[in-house]
């Protein structure tokens, strides 16, 4: 459970632990714009999402251990490259690549959790693996601000220790996991096309504020993805092996908890960037404070993400996910109301605060232990469908909280926290709609 969980961590903490960090980074690097420096956040981004999938479904036929580890390793020496960076666009590879690394990562640790326990703590061991998740989105502002402190290549070279260390214990302590030997090996088609549907997908949604959203080049990338996007639907439909089988939307509860890790992906990300980027542009706050300032946001996650089990045992898995996402709408409700010019930290941002670590707590547990409903031998796959929405929608929330906020005003906050509310209440309509009101 700690090797598990300690991987999951480190991959999913890099994602957003980067945000405080991009004025320090463009500072070391004179002469680049903040279109340049943003590609440190995008690259990991969008590549991240493009190749969760195709490395799950890899990971399923080639071994979850094996790919899980050479994920590590990757993800480690990709750190180092980052923390020794000697220009902006080796930073940048080396995220893009970090990035595919972290995708090897993150479904595998989820793939064998299963296989390591016995049935009846499944629903504990998930909980405690998707709360970890949800504490590192959470921490990464604050962990974030407190490294940027020192340096910033800093908040890469933490995970090389980590790194090495996970790699040692996960090879003495984790089982290997595999397909029958004769399995149909992924249809290559497929996951070629997924892949371009959902790099093209995420480019589209990043570059769409700067270039605009009628621009010729927005538009065509998002006609390109939607043309990726039907020819992967047509191999997963007509494909013997393919990358995404249809098989896992059979299942209604995984369909619901797919598309509302989408929905409350978006209003999670405009959460944790809105909030760190009103306290320094607004409130004028120092990066370290406000990391600190967010911090009691990721301490209510540990505390409702180490009850998980027990909440999902006594309620089933839909009622705390729909109380968490409609949580994060009245966290954005509460900012709109309370949140103004003059700097009102515990009247203002603390309360929403608190609701949105009981929103990142109470929520993502339930919905990633969906994968668990399906078939052993597709729980990994099923773990990246469902991190692939989580990305996709973390990329749309950023993309609408950039569009919304192009000078650092009150009434730019309001409309993403509007947005952010929109999320929650639609992402709790989904849970209810095609979810179970409660799983024994």
């Known amino acids: 459970m700690a090797v598990l969980g300690a991987v999951a961590f480190m991959a999913q903490l890099d994602f957003f632990v980067v945000n405080v960090a991009l004025d320090g980074i463009g500072q070391s690097f004179p002469g680049t714009s903040v279109a340049s420096v943003s590609w440190i956040l995008s690259a990991y981004a969008i590549v991240f999402a493009a190749v969760l999938v195709p490395a799950g479904r890899i990971a399923d036929h080639r071994g979850r251990k ?4 050479s994920g590590v390793a990757l993800f480690t020496l990709t750190s180092a490259v980052a923390a020794a960076a000697p220009s902006l666009g080796v930073l940048v590879g080396a995220r893009a690549l970090q990035a595919v690394g972290a995708a090897m990562i993150v479904p595998t640790s989820l793939g064998l959790l299963y296989p390591s326990f016995p049935k009846r703590q499944h629903t504990l061991v998930v909980g405690l693996w998707a709360g970890v998740g949800a504490i590192a989105a959470s921490a990464g502002p604050p962990v974030g601000g407190l490294l940027v402190t020192l340096d910033w290549r800093w908040i890469f070279l933490i995970n090389v220790p980590v790194g090495i260390a996970t790699l040692v214990a996960g090879a003495l302590l984790l089982p290997e996991v595999r397909q029958p030997r004769g399995a149909a090996v992924p249809d290559a088609a497929s996951a070629l ?106 301490l209510t996650s540990i505390a409702f993400a180490m009850n998980a089990g027990p909440i999902q045992h006594r309620l089933g898995r839909t009622a705390p996910a729909v109380t968490g996402t409609l949580a994060m709408a009245l966290a ?43 078939a052993p031998e597709r729980a990994t796959t099923g773990s990246a469908v469902l991190n692939m929405s989580r990305q996709i929608g973390s990329a749309v929330g950023v993309a609408l909280l950039v569009a919304l906020t192009p000078q650092a005003t009150t009434t730019g906050f309001d409309h993403a926290w509007s947005v952010q509310a929109g999320a929650g209440i639609a992402a709790a309509g989904a849970l209810l709609a095609l979810g179970p009101r409660h799983t024994p």
């Open 66 to 69: 094996k790919m899980l580890l």
């Open 193 to 298: 096309a997924l892949l371009l549907a959902v790099s093209l997908l995420v480019l589209a949604t990043v570059q769409g504020p700067g270039w605009g959203w009628t621009d010729l080049r927005t538009v065509a990338l998002f006609a390109a993805a939607a043309l990726a996007a039907a020819a992967t639907v047509e191999r997963t439909l007509r494909a013997k092996a393919p990358v995404i089988e249809k098989q896992l939307f059979a299942a209604r509860q995984f369909t619901a908890a797919t598309a509302a890790l989408f929905l409350f992906s978006a209003g999670f990300a405009i959460v944790l960037l809105s909030t760190a980027l009103f306290m320094q542009e607004v409130w004028h706050f120092s990066p370290l404070r406000a990391g600190v300032s967010i911090a009691p946001a990721p």
């Open 332 to 374: 954005a409700g509460y900012w709109i109301a309370a949140v103004h010019t003059t700097p009102d930290y515990w009247g203002g941002m603390f309360p929403g605060l608190i609701l949105v670590g009981l929103a990142g707590g109470l929520t993502q547990a339930p919905l990633f232990a969906a994968a668990g409903t399906l």
